[in-house]
C-alpha cells in the first residue's frame, strides 16, 4: 500500500485535478486568481518506476507510453472525480495515511508514485499553450500545497549558517557560558539582546559556507551583505514576514545607497533571491544560474482550486514569494548557530536563515 502525507498526496491531486480541468489560470500576490490570464493544457509528462508516460488532453485522457502506444483512455470527468474523492480524503487525513480506493485508480492509469524526487525542484511537468507567445513550451513546476503544513521555500542546514563578528565588547570564557546558557523560548533573541545591552555590536561577516556566498555573489555581489542583514533584522526584530523585513532594510539602508529618488534597492535584490531559490539555486551546490523548475509554481489552496505562478509574469511570481514568505528559527542545536564563540582574532555568533510560506 502506499502510504503519504497531505503535501505529499497533494502532488497527485495536482495530478488528477489538472487533466480534469484541462487548464489552469494564474494567480497574483493575493492567491487569488487572474481571470484573463489562462493557460490551456496540452499534456503531462510523468516519470514512473515502470517507465515513462504522457497524459494527453483530447476529448478524453489519452495515456501514451515512451514507445507513442495508447495504453487507455478514460473520460476527462473521471479524473474530476478522482480528484474531489482524494481532496476530501486529504483534508479528513492525519498524518501519514493509505487510500486504497486512490491507488486503484493510480494502478489504472499507470501512476506508480504520489510524488517526485526529493533531489528534484520540479514536482510536476507540463505542456501548455500559452496564448502570450503562441508557444507550447515544456515546463517543471514546483508544487505548494496549502492543504498541509506549510512549506519551505529554503530549509536550514549548516549550509545556511551566517557568520557576525562581536565588536566593542570583551567577554571572559564565564561571561560566554553564561550567555550561552540562557534558555528561554526566545533564547536566540534574548541572547543577542544580552549581548547588545553589554555594549556589543554585531558585524556582518557573510555565509559561512564559501559556496553558498558565492552562489550569492552570483545572483549580486552585495547580496551576502544584504542576505546577512535580513537574517539579523529576524532575529533583532519582532518581525518575521519577507516582505515586513525587506521594508525595514529599506529604511536601516545598510549598504548606503542613494535612495534620494526613493530607489527600492534591497527590495528588487530580495526578490531575485527568492526567485532564484524558487526556481534552482541550493546553498550546498554549486550553482551556474540555470533553472531546475522552468515553470515556477503550482499553489493547491485549501479550497483545491489550483493557482499558477508562471516565471513568464515575472512580477506576478516575485510578489508572491515576497508576500507570501516568511523567516523562522530552525532547530540551532542541529544547525549549530545561536552561541558566542572565540576565534584567535575575537568573538563570533552564528545566525541561521530558513524561509517557509505563510499558510
Not at 52 to 81: A, G, H, M, T
Not at 244 to 256: F, G, Q, R, T, W
Request: some cysteine; overall charge neutral.
Amino acid at each position: 500500500m502506499i502510504s503519504g502525507n497531505k503535501g505529499e498526496w497533494s502532488e497527485l491531486y495536482t495530478l488528477f485535478r489538472l487533466l480534469g480541468d484541462k487548464q489552469v489560470f494564474a494567480g497574483n500576490e493575493k492567491i487569488e486568481k487572474i481571470p484573463d490570464v489562462i493557460y490551456p493544457i496540452i499534456k503531462v509528462l510523468r516519470s514512473e518506476s515502470n517507465g515513462d508516460f504522457e497524459y494527453f488532453i483530447e476529448q478524453d485522457i489519452v495515456v501514451v507510453s515512451s514507445e507513442d502506444n495508447e495504453l487507455l483512455r478514460l473520460p476527462v470527468s473521471e479524473f474530476s472525480r478522482q480528484a474531489k474523492y482524494l481532496l476530501e480524503s486529504i483534508k479528513h487525513a492525519s498524518g501519514a495515511v493509505t487510500l486504497p480506493e486512490i491507488e486503484e485508480f493510480m494502478n489504472k492509469i499507470y501512476c506508480s508514485s504520489i510524488k517526485a524526487s526529493s533531489s528534484e525542484k520540479t514536482d510536476i511537468t507540463i505542456v501548455i499553450h500559452d496564448r502570450r507567445t503562441q508557444q507550447t513550451p515544456t515546463l517543471g513546476f514546483s508544487i505548494k500545497s496549502q492543504l498541509g503544513n506549510p512549506s519551505t521555500l529554503l530549509n536550514a542546514g549548516k549550509t545556511t549558517n551566517f557568520v557576525y563578528k562581536i565588536e566593542n565588547l570583551n567577554l571572559s570564557d564565564v561571561d560566554i557560558a553564561r550567555i550561552n546558557s540562557i534558555s528561554t523560548k526566545s533564547k536566540i533573541k534574548d541572547r543577542i539582546k544580552t549581548i547588545m545591552d553589554l555594549g556589543g555590536d554585531f558585524i556582518s561577516i557573510g555565509p559561512d559556507r564559501t559556496i553558498f556566498r558565492n552562489n550569492l555573489v552570483l545572483i549580486d555581489s552585495y547580496l551576502p551583505q544584504i542576505i546577512s542583514e535580513m537574517v539579523f533584522e529576524f532575529y533583532n526584530a519582532e518581525i518575521n514576514k519577507t516582505v515586513d523585513i525587506a521594508k525595514a532594510i529599506e529604511v536601516i539602508n545598510p549598504l548606503d545607497y542613494d535612495i534620494s529618488n526613493s530607489h527600492q534597492y534591497y527590495t528588487y535584490k530580495i526578490k531575485r533571491f527568492l526567485t532564484d531559490i524558487a526556481l534552482g539555486m541550493m546553498p550546498s551546490k554549486v550553482w551556474a544560474g540555470k533553472y531546475d523548475t522552468t515553470g515556477g509554481f503550482l499553489v493547491v489552496k485549501e479550497s483545491g482550486e489550483i493557482l499558477c505562478y508562471h516565471v513568464y509574469n515575472k512580477n506576478d511570481f516575485e510578489n508572491y514569494l515576497l508576500h507570501n514568505t516568511k523567516l523562522e528559527t530552525a532547530s540551532s542545536s542541529r544547525h549549530d548557530f545561536g552561541k558566542v564563540f572565540r576565534e584567535a582574532n575575537g568573538l563570533y555568533f552564528k545566525l541561521n536563515l530558513q524561509i517557509r510560506f505563510i499558510k
